[in-house]
């Protein structure tokens, strides 16, 4: 017995109303529908629908029965609508968001890989700190950094992002290299300042990290805010002050000499970093192809 087959007939009878309904629509006979039937409640050891000659009606774990056929019948469908789209070209818009570091630093340079593979996607990146809701402002993807609140997203994790704290040879020869954590606090901090969609902001007030001693919170302050990664980037060139930012941001200024990294036996924590998407069943070609590139690109070590 077919059973997919004798369900959806199954439910086609209850819908349509009578067995000669449900065989007019799925184009066999009364009898052909009525085997079936009878093979699938033989299966089942008990009756699903009752019939007379003028009417049915379902039978108490008929009704149970009605209900799982359509959730399995459904998830069947799914499924299968889920394989056609695998072979579809990836194609359209897509309007995906990244916090600022990693969008400018390491996703806008692999972009170029992925229109390469991709050609018939239109990308629209949007890179901002600000947290954005995806739905409401028509994002597919979000790249973002730190911790996650509960939301209804789904979270992809990817390769944790490493801080690094830095100053410039120039502001160094002035106020000298803090040796141990402690004294950071005797020197200007250039502080990162998050941003909300609110008025207010959450300002830094320490930075964490972990050393011989373990781990251990050092209380900063300095005569610089900034709302931009960049901005304390650039601050710290031109020799403000000391900053605390990604690694992959200040790589290529360590390795010129622009900054100098500073207490190397201590390391700020890592911040996760995650793919975020709506959850949908049917996910579209073009999002499963960014899901995947950026996922192979940047995931966690294996």
């Excluded at 009606?57 to 399995?72: A, M, N, Q, S």
């Excluded at 830095?166 to 250039?190: D, I, Q, T, V």
Aim: net charge neutral; aromatic share 6%; hydrophobic share 40%.
């Amino acid at each position: 017995m077919d059973h997919l087959k004798a369900m959806s007939l199954f439910v086609l009878t209850v819908e349509r109303g009578s067995l000669s309904a449900a065989a007019a629509e799925y184009g066999l006979s009364p009898t052909m529908v009525g085997n079936h039937l009878q093979a699938l409640e033989a299966h089942l050891g008990t009756r699903l629908l009752n019939r007379t000659t003028r009417r049915q009606h379902l039978t108490e774990f008929g009704k149970t029965y009605y209900d799982r056929c359509i959730e399995i019948l459904g998830l069947v469908e799914d499924t299968e609508a889920l394989a056609l789209e695998s072979h579809k070209v990836p194609k359209g818009r897509l309007r995906v968001t990244s916090s600022a570091a990693f969008g400018t630093e390491r996703l806008m340079p692999a972009l170029a890989d992925y229109a390469a593979r991709y050609p018939a996607v239109d990308l629209d990146v949007v890179i901002t700190d600000t947290v954005v809701d995806l739905a409401e402002e028509g994002f597919e993807a979000a790249i973002r950094i730190g911790s996650l609140p509960a939301s209804n997203l789904i979270a992809r994790p990817l390769a944790p992002y490493r801080l690094v704290i830095c100053a410039a040879p120039s502001y160094l020869a002035r106020h000298g290299e803090p040796r141990r954590p402690e004294e950071l606090g005797c020197h200007n901090c250039l502080v990162y300042t998050y941003s909300s969609r609110s008025e207010w902001r959450s300002t830094q007030s320490s930075w964490r990290m972990s050393g011989p001693e373990g781990e251990i919170n050092v209380a900063i302050a300095g005569h610089l805010q900034v709302d931009s990664a960049q901005g304390l980037r650039r601050a710290a060139i031109a020799g403000m002050g000391i900053v605390l930012l990604p690694e992959i941001m200040l790589s290529e200024d360590i390795a010129a000499g622009r900054l100098v990294r500073l207490l190397p036996g201590y390391a700020p924590p890592s911040r996760p970093l995650n793919l975020l998407y709506l959850q949908d069943r049917r996910i579209s070609p073009k999002l499963r192809s960014f899901i995947d590139f950026v996922v192979e690109r940047f995931g966690p070590p294996a």
